[in-house]
């Protein structure tokens, strides 16, 4: 018809146009939300509570009208729902496997008739989260609560579980962690954000319909961080995660620092994260996946466009033709707007040119989708991205420069490769320090997929069977941290204490005590100090020997060996790093004799007991050996079309403080199981008992493992832990110590994140937390192995 205004098909994609919005109707919602009368209570004992004078947030929609009001959550109301929990905790453990699984697998159909009021809730308080998401959460996890006994043998639920999320975090985030918890046998007690608050009461009502014992799950409402630090408190809490944005997550880990609860942050908002192109790439589609992810979908990270040079102007032309008539996006506040102004205008400063769809509003919470092309990885619109539709753009020449550029941010959340070569796929997949990877293809999520933010982007993984053990206890684990109020500490004194001088005496020069070298770049040396320590005798006796009084510039020199040498030795076969550990037990195993008189002279053990911890040690070196090349991941049964693998890594450079117990087992115990994943090592032997780890060196100098790969640095426990905890290229700590030694890792290692794996010892008694070190139980490998790697998944999709 002659002047009609209506679009073919073939209008439409050509100019790449979303047809018209459906008009939202939130009538279930509403209902939902006015049977409650627009205020929502806590949840816990199975049943919503509203304590009688609580104070109350408000929340708003998108256009700022009124949603509904929850219940800030007083102490009382914490103590009453920890209570709830054990009680919950103890019903919900007690039922079989396949009970459990039968109640998860009963939301399922909960969900199906009551999906739309679930949908409806979550866009109304901008917590998007599909049913069919959530479905598949359910049908996961639940066959999991159905087979933990049968392909996690032995291993327990830890008790009560903490979840606390910001509030930025989405619906879906939170409940990755909230349903493997409760599959494992696990009562939870969720601290959500505020937008993620009423859908998740809204399914704690679904879960106890479907038979949930009550007190199995628990939501308190009100300030997520503070009110996550006050749950912590509670004795019957044993663990603590988090999801949301870094600053919250650091805060909670500060705030709850001492108490003896061990804690795990996984930051899954605001990370920067690479979407690269490469000139093998499908162009339109690799333009078409950019702008999907950096402006379509809702953002809880911010993308940074790295583009092959050879492709750039075909990238840009592209891009302006698809953003020609995109619309504006709404900001949060008129705050955001000012922000994203002075972004734009600085980057104009620095050169950049603009792309975008429109003109900008002159004023609103308002903004036009935009790529700023010529950015540079220093930029500070890179470096610290504002919340608006900004997308900057960065160009490459070689496949090298592509990783070096994409691995440039602190973060290592994941990363989008878009090119038809599949080998250039894998190599650059295997070379980004991110933890998900998405080859053609952006934001893909299931929860067979293991999660394990890198870098700064987290202490833990979730999803996929990898993600279940930090909801678990092994059959051989040593008991948790001691738990206690934080004791007063000022962190930048701790380990600074002035170590007693050692004085020369007239001893005859036959039988004056040895000075011992440490063990740093493949090389026995003095501390750079030069100054010394002595060891005693047991009991405080004579003085046995002296050894060097490492500090801060000793664990530099070490881990500027350790990070040159690592990479190098993680990209070794399996079987090549085998045979090294092959190598180190039979040079051990040459020098027993020598160990065994270090050992019983040290903690005055007969030689027959020495002799039978040397034994041990060779036993476990060789079992090391044996496990390099046994577990090494695999492909996933993903439910899309496409391919995905699950991809266990090194840490990097991890620090260790040993124990007093067992001090030659619990030193190739622990180096094993660093060297044996891929990792370099910085250890600090017992300030006891030093001496067996001292004369281990000789069995290091003789061996084949690289200089740089294995460092023995002796001196004062809190000096030397304060030396650790404040290096930003150590990525995790195993400490053995005081408490206060536990607080101030607690504290200290969170810029940038460090995994920590702590374990409390009485000095005085000599014990180490309870570790038996002589156990055979092949769950103390798997514990070990599990804490020396983090997880990388790649998804690969088919046509």
Known sequence: ???????????????????????????????????????????????????????????????????????????????????????????????????????????????????????????????????????????????????????????????????????????????????????????????????????????????????????ALNILTGSNVSLGAKVAQSPSISYVTYCGNKQDGVMLCKATAGMGVPVSVSPCVGATCPFIIFESADIDSAVEGVLEAAFRKKKEIHWVLCVQESVLDSVVARLKLRMAGMKCVALQSDEDR??????????????????????????????????????????????????????????????????????????????????????????????????????????????????????DSGTCTD????????????????????????????????????????????????????????????????????????????????????????????????????AKVQPGWMKKSPSARAQSLYSLAKGLEAKRRDLAVSISVQTGLSMDEAEKEVELSIARLSDWAAYCDKVLGGALPVPQSGSALALPEALGVVGVVLPDKNPLLSVVTLLGAAIATGNAIIMTPSQKYPLPALTFIQVLQSSDLPAGLVNIITGTRDQMTAALANHSVIKAIWYWGSAEGCQYLQHTCTSPLKTLRLSCQKDEEGKDGGRDWTQSHSSLLEEMWRNAVQWKSVWIPTA
């Open 1 to 215: 018809m002659a002047g009609s205004t209506i679009k073919t098909v073939h209008d439409i994609f050509q100019s790449m146009e979303s047809g018209p919005a459906a008009t939202s109707s939130y009538a279930t919602a509403q209902a939902w939300l006015e049977h409650h009368s627009r205020s929502l209570g806590l949840f816990f004992d199975g049943k919503f509570v509203r304590p009688a004078d609580s104070q109350s947030h408000s929340l708003c929609d998108s256009k700022g009208a009124n949603v509904c009001s929850t219940v800030c959550a007083a102490d009382d109301d914490v103590s009453h729902c920890a209570s709830s929990a054990v009680n919950g905790y103890k019903a919900w453990s007690s039922l079989t496997c396949h009970q459990r699984a039968k109640v998860l697998l009963g939301v399922v159909s909960a969900l199906g008739q009551h999906g739309q009021c679930v949908t409806e809730l979550c866009e109304l308080c901008g917590a998007s989260c599909s049913p069919s998401a959530l479905v598949r959460l359910l049908q996961y996890y639940g066959s999991w609560a159905q087979l933990r006994d049968t392909l996690i043998t032995g291993w327990t639920p830890l008790g009560v579980v903490t979840v606390v999320a910001s509030d930025d975090c989405s619906l879906y985030s939170l409940m990755l962690k909230v349903l493997p918890a409760l599959a494992m046998g696990n009562s939870v007690i969720v601290v959500p954000g505020r937008s993620t608050a009423p859908p998740a009461l809204l399914l704690a009502q679904l879960f106890i319909g479907a038979g949930l014992p009550a007190g």
């Open 338 to 455: 000012v922000q994203v102004d002075a972004t734009v205008q600085e980057a104009q400063q620095q050169g950049a040119t603009l792309v975008q769809s429109c003109a900008a509003p002159p004023s609103g919470a308002q903004y036009p989708p935009m790529v700023l092309c010529g950015a540079a990885p220093s930029s500070p619109f890179v470096v610290d991205p504002s919340p608006g539709p900004l997308l900057p753009l960065m160009t490459f020449r070689s496949n090298t420069e592509a990783v070096t550029l994409g691995n440039h941010s602190p973060h290592g959340q994941a990363a989008s490769i878009w090119t038809e070569d599949l080998t250039l796929a894998l190599e650059t997949a295997k070379s980004m320090s991110v933890g998900s990877v998405w080859v053609n293809s952006h934001s893909v999520s299931d929860p067979c997929l293991p999660v394990c933010g890198h870098k």
């Open 463 to 562: 999803g996929g069977q990898e993600g279940l053990y930090q909801f678990l206890l092994p059959p051989s684990s040593s008991p948790p941290l001691p738990r206690s109020s934080p004791v007063s500490m000022d962190y930048s004194k701790f380990g600074t204490a002035i170590t007693p001088v050692v004085i020369p005496d007239d001893a005859d020069a036959a039988s004056a005590p040895k000075y011992y070298q440490q063990f740093v770049g493949g090389k026995a040396c003095k501390s750079v100090s030069g100054c010394s320590v002595a060891v005693h005798s047991p009991g405080g006796g004579r003085v046995l020997a002296y050894c060097p009084d490492g500090g801060r510039k000793d664990v530099r020199n070490a881990v500027e060996a350790a």
